[in-house]
């Protein structure tokens, strides 16, 4: 495979280079063409008797070379080679026929078109043109030696010889082999560096696609270490508010666990000693469930596990508002979760109970800036599945944000708290989770002063896949 691929970029480089040989060439021609023609307009209207080229003449040639160079451009450049090789050889062919085989500026043509044929088209060519030429210096000293064609010969001091004509095809042969070894060779050389250049852009390629796909490896990496630090904060801003919570069923057991030590000294009858050990049993059994349940919730917090099993969609957020009971309490904030009926999901309930978590979290620090207010502060949790998609929301009439700040919420270590206090990973953790474990969307409608509403959406998925 990376052969063929680097034998195509070698032909394809070769193309490229001998297609700008043959636009210098033309562009060249181009050139000169034009200031002929211009000098050929001055001396037609100038010179009396003049029996030059006429301006018409030298315009055709100008018009023919500009559209040869408009076809090469326009991805013609063999096919215009082989034009313009073909008029410079039947050029060529007239001089040769009206003055002679063996005119010197013929000869030099006839070297220019073998090299100019080895260099936009191929070696091969250059060796066949090298053949026909000398066929043709051969052929028409023949002709002019056995009088059967009549040259201009006065430019000569003798006639020409077959001696001659044979020099010269013998002379054409050397240049066309002379011109062939040449371009061998550079063609090699240039293959050379085309292969190493090939071989190193190859070698950069898997280097770059290396150190992508470490730097991907090192940034999920260190991403995941971030949340589970950022966690770990969130849960440490929630441990007063636990440990609170975990004091009531503790004194309600210890309470209950008193009272039954106390019955069963006392001197009453043996059933109602029975029947107030069974209720004072039947407190402390509730105050064990709550603190069962408590210790749930808190270890649910910590620990860190990407195991997929069917849950309860509902169960977790239960989990979470009785997690934020105190500190709502103490914020005096009200949470009012509307579920439409339980939704049981397939999935990681860690990572749902994260993002319940952050975007309560997040609404309750909305009031920090509105402490003062009269205003009920209420964070509204709303779960319902339609159309075969899940729908959790949650908002609050909190401070609400900026527009500006609304761009930049889900930008990492941005907040619009105080930063001593906030890392601003909270909604960029979210936004991660929702899409990568989830596969949904996460959008964000807010208002300053009125609140602030997050919409979270992803498929519904029951079924273990």
Same mark, same amino acid.
């Given at each position: 495979?990376?052969?063929?691929?680097?034998?195509?970029?070698?032909?394809?480089?070769?193309?490229?280079?001998?297609?700008?040989?043959?636009?210098?060439?033309?562009?060249?021609?181009?050139?000169?063409?034009?200031?002929?023609?211009?000098?050929?307009? +001055?001396?037609?209207?100038?010179?009396? @008797?003049?029996?030059?080229?006429?301006?018409?003449?030298?315009?055709?040639?100008?018009?023919?070379?500009?559209?040869?160079?408009?076809?090469? *451009?326009?991805?013609?450049?063999?096919?215009?080679?082989?034009?313009?090789?073909?008029?410079?050889?039947? +050029?060529?062919?007239?001089?040769?026929?009206?003055?002679?085989?063996?005119?010197?500026?013929?000869?030099?043509?006839?070297?220019?078109?073998?090299?100019?044929?080895?260099?936009?088209?191929?070696?091969?060519?250059?060796?066949?043109?090298?053949?026909?030429?000398?066929?043709?210096?051969?052929?028409?000293?023949?002709?002019? +030696?056995?009088?059967?064609?009549?040259?201009?010969?006065?430019?000569?001091?003798?006639?020409?010889?077959?001696?001659?004509?044979?020099? &010269?095809?013998?002379?054409?042969?050397?240049?066309?082999?002379?011109?062939?070894?040449?371009?061998?060779?550079?063609?090699?050389?240039?293959?050379?560096? *085309?292969?190493?250049?090939?071989?190193?852009?190859?070698?950069?390629?898997?280097?770059?696609?290396?150190?992508?796909?470490?730097?991907?490896?090192?940034?999920?990496?260190?991403?995941?270490?971030?949340?589970?630090?950022?966690?770990?904060?969130?849960?440490? #801003?929630?441990?007063?508010?636990?440990?609170?919570?975990?004091?009531?069923?503790? @004194?309600?057991?210890?309470?209950?666990?008193?009272?039954?030590?106390?019955?069963?000294?006392?001197?009453?009858?043996?059933?109602?000693?029975?029947?107030?050990?069974?209720?004072?049993? *039947?407190?402390?059994?509730?105050?064990?469930?709550?603190?069962?349940?408590?210790?749930?919730?808190?270890?649910?917090?910590?620990?860190?596990?990407?195991?997929?099993?069917?849950?309860?969609?509902?169960?977790?957020?239960?989990?979470?508002? #009785?997690?934020?009971?105190?500190?709502?309490?103490?914020?005096?904030?009200?949470?009012?979760?509307?579920?439409?009926?339980?939704?049981? &999901?397939?999935?990681?309930?860690?990572?749902?109970?994260?993002?319940?978590? @952050?975007?309560?979290?997040?609404?309750?620090?909305?009031?920090?800036?509105?402490?003062?207010? !009269?205003?009920?502060?209420?964070?509204?949790?709303?779960?319902?599945?339609?159309?075969? !998609?899940?729908?959790?929301?949650?908002?609050?009439?909190?401070?609400?944000?900026?527009?500006?700040?609304?761009?930049?919420?889900?930008?990492?270590?941005?907040?619009?708290?105080?930063?001593?206090?906030?890392?601003?990973?909270?909604?960029?953790?979210?936004?991660?989770?929702?899409?990568?474990?989830? @596969?949904?969307?996460?959008?964000?409608?807010?208002?300053?002063?009125?609140?602030?509403?997050?919409?979270?959406?992803?498929?519904?998925?029951?079924?273990?896949?």
């Amino acid at each position: 495979m990376i052969k063929r691929n680097s034998n195509a970029y070698f032909l394809s480089s070769d193309k490229e280079d001998n297609t700008f040989i043959l636009r210098i060439l033309l562009s060249s021609l181009v050139t000169l063409t034009f200031f002929a023609f211009i000098f050929n307009v +001055i001396k037609f209207f100038t010179v009396k @008797n003049y029996h030059g080229l006429y301006p018409g003449t030298t315009a055709i040639f100008l018009l023919f070379f500009c559209f040869l160079l408009f076809l090469s *451009r326009k991805g013609r450049s063999t096919l215009v080679s082989y034009f313009f090789l073909a008029i410079l050889f039947s +050029i060529n062919l007239y001089v040769s026929f009206h003055y002679g085989p063996d005119l010197p500026v013929s000869l030099l043509l006839y070297c220019l078109i073998i090299i100019l044929t080895g260099i936009l088209l191929s070696s091969r060519k250059a060796f066949l043109v090298s053949v026909l030429s000398a066929f043709v210096i051969l052929f028409m000293s023949y002709c002019e +030696i056995a009088g059967l064609c009549h040259t201009e010969n006065k430019w000569k001091y003798e006639i020409i010889h077959m001696t001659d004509a044979i020099v &010269y095809a013998l002379t054409l042969g050397i240049i066309s082999l002379v011109s062939w070894l040449s371009n061998r060779e550079i063609q090699k050389s240039l293959q050379r560096a *085309r292969r190493s250049e090939a071989e190193l852009q190859r070698q950069r390629d898997i280097l770059e696609e290396t150190v992508e796909k470490r730097t991907a490896q090192l940034k999920q990496a260190e991403g995941e270490r971030i949340a589970q630090l950022y966690h770990f904060i969130e849960f440490g #801003k929630l441990a007063g508010g636990l440990f609170h919570d975990l004091v009531t069923p503790l @004194n309600l057991i210890s309470l209950n666990l008193e009272n039954i030590n106390e019955e069963s000294k006392s001197k009453i009858s043996q059933i109602n000693k029975t029947t107030n050990i069974k209720k004072y049993l *039947r407190r402390a059994m509730y105050g064990t469930k709550r603190l069962e349940t408590f210790i749930a919730i808190a270890r649910k917090q910590i620990q860190e596990s990407e195991q997929l099993h069917h849950f309860f969609l509902s169960a977790e957020i239960d989990h979470v508002v #009785k997690l934020f009971r105190y500190n709502t309490n103490l914020a005096k904030v009200i949470i009012q979760y509307k579920k439409t009926r339980e939704i049981e &999901y397939y999935g990681n309930p860690l990572k749902f109970n994260q993002i319940v978590t @952050n975007l309560i979290s997040n609404a309750l620090d909305s009031f920090e800036d509105i402490k003062k207010t !009269k205003k009920k502060k209420i964070i509204h949790v709303e779960l319902y599945k339609k159309r075969g !998609k899940i729908y959790l929301i949650v908002s609050d009439n909190g401070a609400g944000m900026d527009r500006k700040d609304i761009k930049k919420i889900f930008d990492p270590l941005f907040t619009t708290k105080e930063k001593n206090t906030h890392m601003g990973l909270g909604l960029y953790l979210i936004k991660e989770i929702v899409q990568k474990d989830f @596969n949904g969307t996460i959008l964000v409608k807010s208002k300053l002063f009125e609140g602030t509403t997050f919409s979270i959406s992803f498929p519904f998925n029951q079924i273990q896949p």
